[in-house]
């Protein structure tokens, strides 16, 4: 079956800390794939996405993705995490098999401690 | 530029009554996408809309219909609620539709609660 695996449901990390969030993906051809943080009571807003070329994306808020045809996946990572980057972070993609919709994983939570 | 603008933020409904939910996108965009997100069941997408015309429909019951405005200006519409339609029902616009991977704008959700 399609879909976006994020393994993770909970992660909690130190301010100054590194941070990577998995999210591996199920279809049966390279999907659009993107990163979306939501911040308690608002939207989604887009971090990073990857369509084809260098695997490595860089984002905003100092965020990049790596994305791993091998192991179908594609990991958010950032270096030094801040305290507002507390949030709930969601991978999704976009597949021609799946008709174009974007369907997300069902997120990780991340919590920073001072 | 002002951003993807949802009314009403916060509703309270009881079972059986009906429900519409507004968006408007940013200006400009022509393709507007629905989604309700849930604790247990996550983000789910209802359906997009793209100049008018329903581009593409989630697994959701007939219940749930939506329409696009000349505009660009979405609704949505829950008839007969039941408890489990209570969520947050987000809406985002892209200039594209999703199927040209255009980035979505989110807006801040119409927070819906059935009693």
């Known amino acids: 079956a399609q879909s976006v695996t994020q393994p993770d449901i909970h992660i909690t990390v130190s301010e100054g800390a590194s941070l990577e969030l998995r999210c591996n993906y199920s279809?049966?051809?390279?999907?659009?794939l993107f990163w979306y943080v939501q911040s308690p009571g608002q939207g989604l807003q887009l971090l990073l996405k990857?369509?084809?070329?260098?695997?490595l994306v860089q984002g905003i808020k100092g965020f990049e993705a790596e994305f791993k045809r091998s192991q179908s996946s594609f990991n958010l990572r950032k270096p030094s995490v801040h305290w507002s980057d507390a949030a709930e972070y969601f991978c999704?993609?976009?597949?021609?098999?799946?008709?174009?919709?974007?369907?997300f994983g069902a997120g990780t939570t991340v919590t920073v401690r001072a | 530029k002002a951003g993807v603008t949802q009314t009403p933020r916060y509703l309270i409904k009881t079972r059986g009554q009906q429900v519409t939910l507004s968006c408007s996108p940013i200006?400009?965009?022509?393709?507007v996408s629905w989604y309700q997100q849930t604790p247990g069941q996550g983000l789910q997408f209802l359906f997009e809309?793209?100049?008018?015309?329903?581009?593409n429909k989630g697994n959701f019951p007939g219940r749930f219909s939506g329409r696009q405005f000349s505009n660009s200006r979405s609704e949505m519409n829950v008839s007969t609620l039941e408890l489990g339609d209570s969520a947050l029902y987000l809406c985002?616009?892209?200039?594209?539709?999703?199927?040209?991977?255009?980035?979505?704008?989110f807006g801040e959700g119409s927070r819906l609660t059935v009693l």
């Open positions: 809309y793209f100049s008018e015309t329903q581009r």
């Open positions: 985002a616009s892209s200039f594209e539709s999703t199927g040209g991977t255009g980035e979505l704008f």
């Open positions: 999704a993609v976009v597949a021609r098999s799946n008709d174009y919709k974007l369907s």
């Open positions: 990857y369509f084809s070329g260098d695997t």
């Open positions: 200006s400009g965009h022509r393709s």
């Open positions: 279809y049966g051809a390279t999907p659009y």
